[in-house]
């Protein structure tokens, strides 16, 4: 396969906002946090509880064939979608423009999105052959194609943003951030509260309502697109051997040789399985257990104090990640995340327990909830540094293939469990009976227990993960290749830090040279003494230096 170009993106109006070789909040608030969270909005909806609860509760497809429908649809789907997140990554490896390899492909995912989603829910009133069409293709469009064009290439922007592990791991946190806090939100909180009783089973009110949702994709992608920028891509085109180069079968073998890529991607499906059948759980569980059927507050309340620490922890989580290093701190919420998911089970029915145990269990996961992304983007380090070449196109496919098959596999599951357990669907006027034991106990079991099992499997595949300890000599070496792969051409070797140092230097002699012409400028008006006003600064300046280095020194002692 030849080399993609997207000679029409060179233009300035597709030229990133992003200039600096350092990470500015711009980058990290805007590209980061703000653009995932508007899209993680809107699939939050799509892929997640809403979704099959419009297909359980609005459409009513459990009956069909004895809820085999419901539970091979999504599952038949993924193998559409394994070849087409494969087929993504290969075509994100050979893409090759001034604006990267994956952010052309996330500008290209905004409006598709916005069109497919609408589709899920836009299901005219038909004959149930042409409902059953309807549904197969417009969630095969959304998940097979759409999403997975988004999702490939934003997995790709943090590991290809920068080599600097600290400013990547500030952008994994913000990133994550913005996907968990904004929707927990929007999302888990006001569209329980606010439109679910609107939208009851009324098909109408749910298509017009998630149309208008779905349109959040193209500003969302035109937001990161601008404000992101493939720094490693630039320095890999620039001093080592084209992506285009490695095989398939090469990229296969370069990952499969890092014991740390398959600890980190085992992690990946155990997190995506369980934390995608208990948000599926999630409303049938406030609907038929916690509380009445829409009512509008049992949910809210689960979701707004259950699901705050995603927010407050992000303040005890970072020094703690600084002085202890994610994998010890993930092990310790793992034990926290179990513990709490036990005081939930126990107490299924009482609203004040399960808020505790909920509390528990968000401080638990909040390290696998922000650092994931960058745990990941440590292990394509290591993939590079045994391989001599990057893996990015093919590991972000593998692991956008994990995320939509684990969402298929879980919707699958729990529709056939739902169909063999007995779920009884609401009225067409919005009536409902009572839902049995069994089913009760099974979105007990599926909010509470699958967690709590899934943070002990992921507890112990960390025993497996220590490439922190040695992220440090390997940046050293990939660094020490690149040197001399430029040297072998005859060429100087200028790393990001060196640029980002010298484009510092840069910028503070421009400054300085602003400041001294606004300093005679202002002398000059107020007939004051340059000289002397100069001096003033310089005195000012030297005791602010002081006085640092003082509270620096006091720091160490």
């Known amino acids: 396969m030849k080399s993609i170009q997207f000679k029409p993106l060179d233009g300035k109006l597709f030229s990133?906002?992003?200039k600096s070789q350092n990470v500015k909040n711009s980058e990290r608030w805007l590209g980061y946090f703000l653009g995932p969270a508007l899209v993680a909005c809107m699939n939050a909806i799509c892929a997640q509880s809403y979704l099959n609860q419009f297909y359980t509760d609005v459409l009513k497809l459990s009956p069909i064939a004895g809820g085999l429908f419901l539970a091979l649809m999504p599952l038949l789907s993924k193998i559409v979608d394994a070849v087409t997140n494969v087929a993504m990554g290969r075509i994100i490896d050979r893409t090759n423009s001034k604006q990267g390899k994956a952010r052309p492909w996330l500008l290209f995912s905004g409006p598709l999105m916005a069109i497919s989603s609408s589709l899920l829910f836009a299901v005219p009133e038909s004959s149930l052959p042409m409902t059953i069409i309807w549904v197969t293709v417009s969630y095969n469009l959304y998940f097979c194609i759409s999403y997975t064009?988004?999702?490939?290439?934003?997995?790709?922007?943090?590991?290809?943003?920068?080599?600097?592990?600290?400013?990547?791991?500030?952008?994994?946190?913000?990133?994550?951030?913005?996907?968990s806090m904004i929707p927990?939100?929007?999302?888990?909180?006001?569209?329980?509260?606010?439109?679910?009783?609107?939208?009851?089973?009324?098909?109408?009110?749910?298509?017009?309502v998630m149309t208008i949702i779905g349109l959040l994709a193209i500003p969302a992608t035109l937001i990161q697109y601008k404000f992101s920028r493939e720094r490693v891509t630039?320095?890999?085109?620039?001093?080592?051997?084209?992506?285009?180069?490695?095989?398939?079968?090469?990229?296969?073998?370069?990952?499969?040789?890092?014991?740390?890529?398959?600890?980190i991607m085992g992690i990946v499906i155990v997190y995506q399985l369980f934390n995608n059948f208990q948000i599926t759980s999630t409303i049938y569980y406030c609907n038929w257990v916690l509380g009445t059927y829409n009512d509008g507050t049992t949910m809210t309340i689960l979701n707004a104090?259950?699901?705050?620490?995603?927010?407050?922890?992000?303040?005890?989580?970072?020094?703690?990640?600084?002085?202890?290093?994610?994998?010890?701190?993930?092990?310790?919420?793992?034990?926290?995340?179990?513990?709490?998911?036990?005081?939930?089970?126990?107490?299924?029915?009482?609203?004040?327990?399960?808020?505790?145990?909920?509390?528990?269990?968000?401080?638990?996961?909040?390290?696998?909830?922000?650092?994931?992304?960058?745990?990941?983007?440590?292990?394509?380090?290591?993939?590079?540094?045994?391989?001599?070449?990057r893996c990015d196109g093919f590991s972000s496919s593998i692991y956008s293939i994990i995320v939509t098959v684990t969402t298929g596999i879980s919707m699958g599951v729990f529709n056939l469990l739902l169909g063999f357990l007995g779920y009884v669907a609401p009225m067409a006027d919005g009536s409902w009976v009572p839902q049995n034991a069994a089913v009760q106990n099974f979105f007990i079991a599926g909010m509470f227990i699958v967690p709590a099992a899934g943070l002990f499997l992921i507890g112990f595949l960390l025993g497996f993960f220590h490439?922190?300890?040695?992220?440090?000599?390997?940046?050293?070496?990939?660094?020490?290749?690149?040197?001399?792969?430029?040297?072998?051409?005859?060429?100087?070797?200028v790393s990001p830090e060196e640029k980002a140092a010298l484009e510092q230097a840069e910028l503070d002699r421009v400054a300085e040279e602003n400041r001294v012409k606004?300093?005679?400028?202002?002398?000059?008006?107020?007939?004051?003494?340059?000289?002397?006003?100069?001096?003033?600064?310089?005195?000012?300046?030297?005791?602010?230096?002081?006085?640092?280095?003082?509270?620096?020194?006091?720091?160490?002692?």
């Open 149 to 179: 064009m988004y999702n490939i290439s934003n997995t790709l922007l943090v590991p290809l943003s920068t080599r600097n592990s600290k400013q990547r791991d500030t952008l994994a946190m913000a990133s994550s951030m913005g996907i």
């Open 305 to 389: 104090i259950g699901q705050a620490p995603l927010g407050l922890g992000i303040l005890i989580l970072w020094p703690l990640v600084k002085r202890f290093g994610k994998r010890n701190v993930m092990i310790a919420g793992c034990a926290m995340g179990i513990v709490g998911g036990v005081i939930c089970a126990l107490n299924a029915r009482n609203m004040g327990m399960v808020l505790i145990g909920l509390v528990l269990r968000s401080f638990g996961t909040l390290p696998i909830t922000y650092t994931l992304t960058a745990m990941v983007a440590d292990a394509l380090d290591h993939v590079e540094w045994l391989n001599k070449f």
């Open 467 to 493: 490439v922190e300890k040695e992220l440090p000599q390997m940046q050293a070496d990939i660094l020490q290749r690149h040197k001399d792969a430029s040297a072998a051409r005859g060429e100087v070797y």
């Open 234 to 263: 630039e320095d890999s085109q620039a001093s080592t051997q084209a992506e285009d180069a490695v095989s398939f079968g090469q990229q296969i073998k370069g990952c499969l040789s890092s014991k740390y890529w398959i600890v």
């Open 518 to 557: 606004e300093l005679k400028a202002h002398c000059v008006k107020k007939g004051l003494s340059f000289d002397a006003e100069e001096a003033k600064y310089q005195q000012k300046l030297a005791d602010r230096k002081a006085k640092e280095a003082t509270k620096a020194n006091k720091g160490r002692k």
């Open 184 to 208: 927990g939100v929007l999302v888990s909180m006001l569209f329980p509260m606010v439109l679910l009783p609107f939208l009851g089973v009324d098909r109408g009110r749910w298509g017009l």
């Open 16 to 18: 990133t906002n992003v």
